[in-house]
């Protein structure tokens, strides 16, 4: 009877363990990244851009006032877990390039801020609880639990953390980095970006009378004149479909100049114009470089993990704890 029951519960015990050890020895396993490591640093020192101030704030505390700021808290959880590696590998980087080059003097001496042109936004929790209202204990559980499962991850390439940054809706299609700022960067090249359309700020307008074009473009470029020319003269687009020139007034704009000037939403741009009046209609929302938040959310929500998500957005960069130093 006892060598029965022993060789009963041997046999129970191969079944239930070999499958394991096959699966866990398969070159085809592979570990998840949104597991729980340590962050690279423990503080961080930041300036609020409005008064001077610089606080300093444990690491993973603020990464989550980062990600409160930047996208929806009702987003899919694993589109803010890939906005929350995204965010850390865009401020460890700036971080290496502070600490080597000196911090830029609006900061104070600080290694971040919280002006969204110039690093990334940021909001403290007494601020978020008056956004959220009842609903900040919910909101703040859910971006606390996506940014301490992501602790410790980043994106690398070639071995060298990525410049991973993300704007809020894309026309369909990313923008080349170098289309858009120059410069070739290999992992922020066009890719195809799905569920765009779905995003509220996805198509805008704005229409003003001819004088008032003329009168803005004057203004910020004396040289131009519309004697004897047509209102828009030559368009020059990107792989994307954005405009990277623009010839008006008799002078070559950088899209950005323009996006800037008339306060569009995208420099992916289509105009319609008469005797009267000039409409330009804009696609997407943002300068369209890296991840678009609204296709990470769309990615997430038919199932793709925070992983493939990134690696959708910037080419051939590997997800991973930091192993770096700063």
Not at 3 to 19: E, G, H, T, V, W
Request: charged fraction near 20%; hydrophobic fraction near 35%; proline fraction near 3%.
């Amino acid at each position: 009877m006892k060598r029965f029951l022993f060789i009963s519960a041997l046999y129970i015990c191969i079944i239930l363990f070999i499958p394991y050890l096959i699966v866990r020895l398969s070159p085809s396993y592979k570990k998840s990244t949104t597991q729980t490591a340590n962050e690279p640093i423990e503080k961080i020192t930041t300036c609020i851009s409005s008064t001077g101030e610089v606080r300093e704030i444990d690491f993973c505390e603020y990464l989550k006032g980062v990600v409160s700021a930047e996208m929806p808290a009702s987003f899919h959880e694993e589109a803010l877990k890939a906005q929350a590696i995204a965010a850390r590998s865009y401020i460890l980087a700036r971080m290496q390039g502070y600490m080597r080059d000196g911090t830029p003097d609006e900061h104070n001496g600080a290694m971040t801020c919280d002006d969204p042109a110039h690093c990334k936004a940021w909001t403290p929790t007494e601020k978020l609880k008056e956004q959220w209202g009842d609903s900040f204990d919910f909101y703040w559980d859910k971006i606390s639990s996506c940014t301490e499962q992501t602790k410790g991850i980043v994106m690398t390439y070639d071995g060298a953390l990525v410049n991973a940054v993300f704007h809020s809706t894309s026309s369909g299609f990313t923008e080349n980095a170098k289309d858009v700022w120059g410069g070739d960067i290999p992992y922020l090249v066009s890719v195809k970006s799905e569920g765009d359309s779905l995003s509220p700020k996805y198509n805008d307008s704005v229409t003003l009378s001819v004088d008032e074009y003329k009168n803005k473009i004057v203004q910020n470029f004396p040289d131009a004149s519309f004697d004897r020319r047509t209102l828009i003269e030559t368009i020059n687009r990107s792989e994307a479909g954005g405009i990277t020139t623009i010839v008006t007034g008799g002078v070559s704009i950088k899209a950005t100049q323009f996006r800037n000037i008339f306060s569009l939403r995208s420099t992916n741009i289509e105009f319609s114009y008469d005797e009267n009046s000039i409409t330009m209609t804009t696609k997407g929302n943002g300068h369209g470089v890296g991840m678009s938040q609204y296709g990470a959310n769309y990615l997430a929500s038919t199932g793709v993990k925070c992983e493939d998500i990134l690696k959708t957005y910037y080419t051939g960069v590997e997800v991973e704890v930091f192993k770096g130093k700063l």
